[in-house]
Nanobody, 116 residues
Framework: QVQLVESGGGLVQAGGSLRLSCAASGNIFRINAMGWYRQAPGKQRDLVATITSSGTTNYADSAKGRFTVTRDNAKNTVYLQMNSLKPEDTAVYYC??????????WGQGTQVTVSS
C-alpha cells in the first residue's frame, strides 16, 4: 500500500502562483512514477504532469510553460509549481503514484481556486 497526502491548494488571483506538495508513505520503494491530475466540476479527471523516478517529466499542453513538476526522492515528495494561474485552472488537484507492478494510488485531492 501507498498513502499520498496532498497540500498547498487554496485561493489565488489570476496570474498568481501556488505550489502543491504530495508526500508519499508506505511501500514507497514500489513507486515508479508520480503525477498530478485535476478535475473540475462536471468534467473528467485530466493529466497535468508526471515525473518518473529518474526525473523524466511529461506535461499536458495546458501546463507547459506555466507548471513545473519536481520530485524529492529523499523526502518521498513530489511538487507542482504553478505559475501564471488562470481561472480555468480551478479544479481539485490529485496526486497519483504508479508502482512497479502497475498499481495506481491516489491522494485525497486539494482544491485550487483561481479568481479572475
Amino acid at each position: 500500500q501507498v498513502q499520498l497526502v496532498e497540500s498547498g491548494g487554496g485561493l489565488v488571483q489570476a496570474g498568481g502562483s501556488l505550489r502543491l506538495s504530495c508526500a508519499a508513505s508506505g511501500n514507497i520503494f514500489r513507486i515508479n512514477a508520480m503525477g498530478w491530475y485535476r478535475q473540475a466540476p462536471g468534467k473528467q479527471r485530466d493529466l497535468v504532469a508526471t515525473i518518473t523516478s529518474s526525473g523524466t517529466t511529461n506535461y499536458a499542453d495546458s501546463a507547459k510553460g506555466r507548471f513545473t513538476v519536481t520530485r524529492d526522492n529523499a523526502k518521498n515528495t513530489v511538487y507542482l509549481q504553478m505559475n501564471s494561474l488562470k481561472p480555468e485552472d480551478t479544479a481539485v488537484y490529485y496526486c497519483k503514484a504508479i508502482t512497479s507492478i502497475g498499481l495506481n494510488y491516489w491522494g485525497q485531492g486539494t482544491q485550487v481556486t483561481v479568481s479572475s
